[in-house]
């Protein structure tokens, strides 16, 4: 567990180049999805969060809406 309180980061995430405006953890908390102002969506892995998972790079805009599917596992929607 984690003392957000103290201020000292857990871990450092290194793949926008601009800044994060979408954060959303997958139901099970395993995957960590980072939306960007560089049109970019990152999958982080809880477990390997060195590099990302996954890279989607096709968003025309901002990505600043990421949602988990309660229902289906793996499955996320995102956009501006």
């Known amino acids: 567990e984690h003392e957000i309180r103290q201020q000292s980061a857990v871990h450092v995430f290194h793949g926008h180049t601009q800044e994060v405006c979408g954060l959303k953890w997958s139901p099970d908390k395993s995957i960590l999805a980072s939306g960007g102002n560089d049109n970019r969506l990152f999958l982080w892995s809880k477990s ?28 996320m929607a995102s956009g501006g």
Do not use: C, T, Y
């Open 48 to 75: 390997q969060p060195s590099q990302p998972l996954h890279s989607f790079n096709d968003h025309l805009a901002a990505v600043k809406a990421i949602a988990w599917s309660p229902h289906q596992h793996g499955l």
